[in-house]
Structures are given as C-alpha cells and as structure tokens.
C-alpha cells in the first residue's frame, strides 16, 4: 500500500502532556498533510508541509518531515481535553496525480 | 462565509432503493472529491472532479456515479442501494492541485 500509516493506532494522556503521532509512507511525495477529525464529523486541515520542508508550526502543533526516513511526526503540545479526536495523515504521492491518499489515523484521547 | 453543505445528515433506506447524496459548495474550487470512510477506518478515494464536465473514479472501487454540471454542485448516486453501502461519505474541495482539503460534515448512510 502507498497509504501512509499513523503510530499509534491509538494514544491516550493526561491533559497538559504533549502527544506525539508519527506517519509512515513508502514512496516519494510531493506534501504531507495532517488533518483532525471529531467523531462523526467531517476532517478539518491542520497543516500542510511541503517535501523540501523540514518543519512547520502552527500554535501548539508542530509537524516535522525526514524524507530520507519517509516519515512525518505531529506533536501537540500542552493538550486539552478538546483535542479529543482521530489525526490522519495524508499524503500526495508524485506518481498520483495529486491525489491525497489517507491513513487510519490516530484516536488520540485526552483526559481531563 | 464560503461552505461545503452536504445533505442529508443521516439517511437509513431499504435495499434496493435509489439514492442522491447532495454536496454543494460556495468556495469557488474547481476541485471537489468524494470519500467513503467506514467506523474507525481511513479515507478511501471513490470519485473526483477537476472541473465542470470532468469526473474520475478514484482508488476504491464504488458502484456509484458522480456528476458536475456545475462547479458548485457534485452530486453522488447510488442506483441500488445495498447493505454493503452502509458508510459515511465525505465530501472535498480544493482550490488547487497539492493543496489541502476542505471537507463537508459528512453523509451517514445505513442501508437495510
């Protein structure tokens, strides 16, 4: 499969702790993206990073990107109770026609 | 404000029936996509539009049908419905090629 595949399938802390989700994919790419989803919901876009980036943030997220390792990390500092959710990654594949293609995602559980 | 509005919600039907899942948008974006994504599971790629008059199939394998007649409206069908429909479908919109999503609430179809 091209798909990337998020570690863990599921993660859950503490409010206040940081969590980390990483993303695995096997051929080359032209962005990574991380997308959040509520439970039921339609996903909501976090944060796009290009293949000749490194590293982005946005508020309490930062996302990292190693090409030679193929992988992605997005890290969310000091969580709260509402980043409650399922994470995706989802990548655009050079040979797909800018298609993104999803993972499973992350169930990341964030207790008060 | 600019939208993605998907209808209905929720939808139970018995099998056999014949069903239109509306997905219309205000964003301007030439690029719109449907997804199908089971409890828990990742995203599967089912049709897309790069513009008006333009649809594809995606990565899995639908037995629906897709149209764009305008760029606003991408109407999904399915001509016979069966329990094996049963999902949620996404819809997306981009505004451009390796650009990020932009997702609808979702359609969630029960069929009996």
């Known amino acids: 499969s091209q798909q990337g595949e998020e570690d863990p399938q599921a993660l859950s802390i503490q409010e206040g702790e940081n969590a980390t989700m990483n993303c695995s994919y096997k051929t080359s790419i032209n962005n990574l993206q991380w997308y959040r989803q509520n439970s039921g919901r339609g996903l909501v876009h976090l944060i796009l990073?290009?293949?000749?980036?490194r590293e982005k943030h946005s508020g309490r997220l930062r996302v990292t990107l190693d090409t030679s390792k193929k992988s992605s990390s997005l890290l969310i500092t000091a969580s709260r109770a509402a980043d409650t959710a399922s994470y995706f990654c989802a990548t655009d594949f050079r040979a797909s026609g800018s298609r993104l293609t999803f993972g499973e995602g992350t169930q990341l559980t964030v207790n008060p | 404000e600019a939208d993605i509005y998907q209808t209905p919600r929720y939808l139970v039907i018995g099998t056999g029936k014949k069903i239109t899942l509306e997905c219309s948008q205000t964003m301007g974006h030439d690029k719109m996509y449907w997804y199908q994504q089971d409890p828990g599971m990742e995203l599967h790629l089912i049709h897309y539009s790069y513009g008006v008059n333009s649809t594809e199939k995606g990565d899995l394998s639908s037995e629906s049908t897709v149209s764009r007649i305008r760029t606003e409206h991408f109407p999904l069908t399915l001509e016979s419905a069966r329990p094996s429909h049963t999902s949620q479908y996404l819809c997306?919109?981009?505004?451009?090629?390796?650009?990020?999503?932009?997702f609808g609430s979702g359609t969630q179809l029960s069929v009996l």
């Open positions: 990073i290009r293949s000749n980036e």
């Open positions: 997306a919109t981009a505004s451009g090629v390796n650009e990020k999503l932009f």
